[in-house]
C-alpha cells in the first residue's frame, strides 16, 4: 500500500501565496506518477497538475498554467504544489494521489487539505 498525507493548507487572504505538501509512504515504488487535484464546494474534482516521478516532466491543467507549480523532493519522498496569487476561486480541498506504474489512474489518494481564500 502506499500512504499518501497532504499539509499546507488553510486560510489565506487573496493575493497570497501557499505551498502544499504531499508526504508519501509504503511501497511508493510502485507508482510513477504523483498529482493534484481539487474540489472546490459544489463542484466535481479537477485535476490541477501531475509530475512523473522519475523524469520530473510535469503536466498542468489550462486553468493552473502560470499560477501553479508541481515539485518533488526524492529525498523526502514528498510533492509540492505552489499556488500564487490566490483568488477566493482556488478555495477548495486540495488532494494528492498516486498512481502505479503502467497503470492508467491514480490508485492512492490522500485525505485532503482545505485551502480556504478570503478576499
Known amino acids: 500500500q502506499v500512504q499518501l498525507v497532504e499539509s499546507g493548507g488553510g486560510l489565506v487572504q487573496a493575493g497570497g501565496s501557499l505551498r502544499l505538501s504531499c508526504a508519501a509512504s509504503?511501497?511508493?515504488?510502485?507508482?510513477?506518477?504523483r498529482a493534484w487535484f481539487r474540489q472546490a464546494p459544489g463542484k466535481e474534482r479537477e485535476f490541477v497538475a501531475r509530475i512523473n516521478w522519475y523524469s520530473g516532466i510535469t503536466s498542468y491543467a489550462d486553468s493552473a498554467k502560470g499560477r501553479f507549480t508541481i515539485s518533488r523532493d526524492n529525498a523526502k519522498n514528498t510533492m509540492y504544489l505552489e499556488i500564487s496569487s490566490l483568488t477566493p476561486d482556488d478555495t477548495a480541498v486540495y488532494y494528492c494521489?498516486?498512481?502505479?506504474?503502467?497503470?492508467?489512474?491514480?490508485?492512492?489518494w490522500g485525505q485532503g487539505t482545505q485551502v480556504t481564500v478570503s478576499s
Open positions: 509504503g511501497r511508493t515504488f510502485v507508482t510513477s506518477t
Open positions: 494521489a498516486a498512481g502505479r506504474i503502467g497503470v492508467n489512474g491514480y490508485d492512492y
